[in-house]
């Protein structure tokens, strides 16, 4: 869910481990800007909803595929999967898939989101509720079920980046 860490999680393996990241909430920023509108958590909810009414539940996901073909390594990230039809979109591409979740309360998603100062970020928190519900209405919680790693994100940002460590080496040995 937005705010939980998973950008926290990306970053750490691409600068880190030097694993090329593709985020998914890029393409959506990057059509609302291309059409020459300003970024707000309205706008971004509608183009997602519309994207995935024009071309299908996997549509976010099939215009990441030319900027993982781009990175042309066995290994990328894609950060912000929100359903099982783009997990399906993304498993007919990779040989192995692994999905990480990274878990946070609302509370303390809603104060980070708060706090990072992103043009999207909810003014209040009716509008931080409103988009959890697009995102699950959009079947992020399936993603989050089905996922082979959860960490969970309520503490420090020392402990998210000890434990990402953990993960990543666990997933690049083949564990995860």
């Known amino acids: ?32 800007r291309s059409r020459g509108e300003m970024v707000t958590p309205e706008r971004t909810r509608e183009v997602m909803m519309e994207l995935r009414r024009k071309d299908g539940p996997g549509a976010v996901a099939k215009r990441c595929l030319a900027a993982m073909q781009d990175k042309k390594m066995d ?16 498993r007919e591409h990779a040989g192995r898939l692994t999905i990480i979740c990274v878990h946070s309360s609302p509370a303390t998603r809603f104060a980070r989101l708060q706090s990072r100062g992103r043009e999207d970020a909810p003014v209040d928190y009716k509008s931080f509720r409103d988009r959890d519900m697009a995102e699950l209405a959009v079947g992020i919680g399936g993603v989050i079920a089905l996922s082979d790693i959860m960490i969970v994100n309520e503490g420090s940002l020392d402990g998210l980046r000890q434990r990402a460590h953990e993960v990543v080496r666990s997933v690049l040995k083949g564990e995860g």
């Not at 030097?18 to 909430?25: A, D, L, S, T």
């Not at 290994?75 to 993304?90: K, M, Y």
């Open 1 to 32: 869910m937005p705010g939980s860490g998973k950008s926290e999680l990306a970053r750490i393996m691409s600068e880190e481990y030097h694993i090329p990241v593709v985020v998914m909430g890029d393409v959506i920023r990057e059509t609302i």
């Open 75 to 90: 290994t990328v990230v894609i950060e912000g999967c929100r359903s099982l039809a783009e997990v399906d979109v993304f």
